[in-house]
């Protein structure tokens, strides 16, 4: 179950390599709002996303999408906040300020990843989140990131 259109679909003038859909040689993940504080994105791997092994996905691609899909949530969740429409009004901008990952398992590169994030904690300057990511059913990582808001020029 997911809420409405893409997070990144209303956000203004992204071109990050995740998550923006101004990159054409992105990633473009999608990310949807289920219910007040979580969000969920699938993402399908494409062959050259591997890992050594080919059969796996590459680490960095993997904290890339986690990445995208945690700060992309905390851009939503600031405009919600605002009482305003993701992309309406004045620009709200986070980056990212941490990002921790654990990988405890593969992920197999010809499977879609699902993950879900958490909004844990916000403050006017931060958004706390988890994540969780699997592949196959199977938790393959588990994330924590702090989102920091920064101004519109950054
Ligand atoms: C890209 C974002 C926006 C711009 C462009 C938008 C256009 C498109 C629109 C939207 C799409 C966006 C989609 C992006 C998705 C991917 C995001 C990325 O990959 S971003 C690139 C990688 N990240 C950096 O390059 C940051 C580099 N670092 C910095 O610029 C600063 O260090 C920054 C902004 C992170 C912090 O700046 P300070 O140091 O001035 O902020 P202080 O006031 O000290 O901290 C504010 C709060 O955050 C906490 N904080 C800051 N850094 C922390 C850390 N490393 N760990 C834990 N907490 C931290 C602090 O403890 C503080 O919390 P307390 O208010 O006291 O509760």
Redesign the pocket.
């Known amino acids: 179950m997911r809420d409405g259109a893409a997070i990144q679909d209303q956000?203004p003038?992204?071109h990050?390599f995740?998550?923006?859909p101004q990159n054409d040689h992105g990633l473009q993940i999608k990310s949807y709002w289920r219910g007040e504080n979580e969000s969920v994105c699938e993402f399908t791997p494409l062959p050259h996303h591997c890992a050594g092994p080919t059969r796996y996905l590459n680490g960095g691609i993997i904290a890339t999408v986690i990445?995208?899909h945690t700060?992309?949530t905390a851009?939503a969740d600031g405009y919600r906040q605002a009482g305003r429409d993701t992309g309406t009004g004045n620009k709200i901008?986070?980056?990212?300020?941490?990002l921790e990952v654990q990988y405890r398992a593969p992920a197999e590169i010809d499977e879609p990843v699902e993950l879900t994030a958490k909004i844990l904690e916000r403050?006017e300057?931060?958004t706390v989140l988890s994540c969780e990511l699997k592949s196959a059913g199977r938790l393959c990582a588990t994330a924590n990131v702090?989102a920091?808001r920064?101004p519109d020029n950054?």
């Not at 901008?93 to 941490?98: E, I, L, M, P, R």
């Open positions: 956000i003038d992204n990050c995740g998550c923006g990445d995208c700060i992309c851009i901008w986070y980056a990212t300020g941490k403050t300057r931060k702090v920091v920064v950054w």
